[in-house]
């Protein structure tokens, strides 16, 4: 069965910082709890106590809660009122739709005299003759019962039929007991042959009941795995529709078994689920001759910056914006990144060998984006800022050496229009050449370049 547990007292304690010890509300609706323990050791301050739509049977360990002043165990299993004499602060009790057939157990909130509010519609005591007559004049602290208001003439009205209603109220119980005892044997009955039918089904499908039932059970096995697959859905929605359409009572018994059958259902669905999820094979990031992929399994937004004023990549990857960092794992090698978001790997390569040592990780305060900066492995010596057109042309001296300094080759590049040189290539007049030797020179022409 399903117990109260701390981790859940103290996830339903958010509201509290998780903190279960001064806890004054807590609300554990919905959580197919079986058993009600601890809450009366760990939670002393509570005042105010949700537990409805559960499958609690009995109230207990709740007694040493003195500050409690609202409890709710609607939709529950409870079958009688008792262990609430504790609760001294008491004020409102919901017991809606419930399984309360022995309703004289009311007298046992005679105790808790600031009581003013009582649920018990729902419950099959609310059926008996002379049922609000009798919780009325027990109850002399009550204000409301079931939504309705307790006028101070009903109560003068049922305090003076009360030993009647009284005795009335006593032959209905005792015939209610007789029939749950009924129930109790039929559901014990019905509980029983399921469990034989799962039995024999088990053995038919493990020895098929013959003699070669290792043979045959060798040639099923050979048959394939989705005509198996298809058996066993046919068996189900057999299983199912048998379930489903045999008529019973409403009972605490039937309300537990069909819990647990849907229990028992959602967990055979859970593991086959499971086990086709190791049948898959597993992500492809590295080939066999030690490639490494590109891969987006988590299909993201990414941008790949390359900062080469700061010589460093940036990787930017568009996780979700209210991801929690815990579920991102982020991986920088030389040559690639792997981030894993909710172990869905994501890997790029990157264009230059990276330094992982010195590369950090970052979270966007506005969209939740992770920021990856990776700083390059080859160092680049970057020039120095640009000289300004004010440094004057004397300065010629300084950027060369720093030129040297740097180890770049600068040229000195001179205006013509504002400098003039003497050609020196006419510095020797050429002589002139007489008809003499293999190539015969025209006078005509040399006279004219001389002039």
Known sequence: FLSVTEDLVRRRAEHNNCEIFSLEEISLHQQEIEKLEYLDKWCRDLKILYLQNNLIPKIENVSKLKKLEYLNVALNNIERIENLEGCEELKKLDLTANFIGELSSIESLKCNIHLK?????????TEFEGYRQFVVATLHQLKCLDSKEIERSERIKALQNYPEVKQKIREQEQAYLLKRAREKEEAQRRMQERKDRKQNQMESKLGF???????????????????????????????????????????????????????EKRRAKDNIRESKRREKLPWTLVTAEGKVLNVNVPKLHFSLKDDEENNQIILELSVYRHLDTSLLDVDVQTTYIRVLVKGKPFQLVLPEEVKPDSSSAKRSQTTGHLVVTMPKAKEI???KQKVSASIKHSDCNSLQK?????????????????????????????????GQGPIKLQPEKITEVKK
């Open 209 to 263: 009941g013959s003699p070669d039932s290792s043979q045959e059970k060798e040639n099923h096995q050979a048959e394939g795995n989705g005509e198996q697959e298809m058996c066993r859905t046919v068996e189900d929605d057999e299983e199912d529709r048998r379930f489903w359409e045999e008529p019973t009572p409403y009972t605490p018994e039937s309300r537990l078994e069909t819990h647990r059958y849907i229990e």
């Open 381 to 383: 010596i970057l020039a």
């Open 117 to 125: 509010e009582l649920f018990l519609m729902g419950n099959p005591c």
């Open 402 to 434: 720093n030129a040297r300094r740097s180890g770049q080759v600068e040229k000195l590049e001179v205006d013509p229009s504002k400098y003039s040189f003497p050609d020196v290539t006419k510095i020797i007049q050429g002589r002139e050449k007489t």
